[in-house]
């Protein structure tokens, strides 16, 4: 009995969860070779539209809200049920309705404003890399 090797267990995977595995380590792992220079110019342009779009759509979203809940106010009985009169209520719920409006109407010019001043900072960071990629 002391001569008996230890039984152990071998498996390996398929190729198809060695190419899983190996994307999944990917992630996890620090690059070990530079970014290439067109990889660096698509990241810095979509980072560009990115920060702009995202202010945008918190800013349609939020007035989207607040102008729904405006037209609940002004059409239903709720101002009724805290306390208000129906004719205080639509006038209120109108107001809150505006309120919403303009800041659904100014979701594309705070964008458009956000996305120039980006692109003005990082253009001379665009303008050498594409310099260099051209040559």
């Known amino acids: ?14 190729a198809k969860e060695q190419e899983e595995i190996k994307a999944i380590r990917k992630k996890y792992v620090a690059s070990e070779q ?12 979509a980072a560009v539209t990115q920060k702009a779009t995202i202010v ?15 037209m609940s106010l002004a059409m ?3 101002g009724h049920t ?12 109108g107001l ?7 800041l659904v ?9 956000l996305l120039i001043k980006a692109r003005q900072k990082i253009a001379p960071e665009i303008i050498r890399l594409t310099d260099e990629l051209m040559k």
Do not use: W
């Open 34 to 45: 530079p970014e290439d220079k067109m990889a660096q110019l698509r990241r810095l342009d």
């Open 105 to 113: 109407c100014a979701a594309y010019p705070i964008y458009n404003r």
């Open 56 to 70: 945008s759509l918190v800013f349609g979203i939020i007035g989207a809200l607040i102008l729904g809940m405006g």
């Open 82 to 93: 805290i306390g208000l009169s129906v004719g205080v209520a639509t006038v209120m719920g």
């Open 96 to 102: 809150i309705g505006v309120v919403g409006i303009v």
């Open 1 to 14: 009995m002391e001569n008996k090797e230890k039984e152990t267990f071998h498996y390996t995977y398929s």
């Open 76 to 78: 239903t009985e709720i």
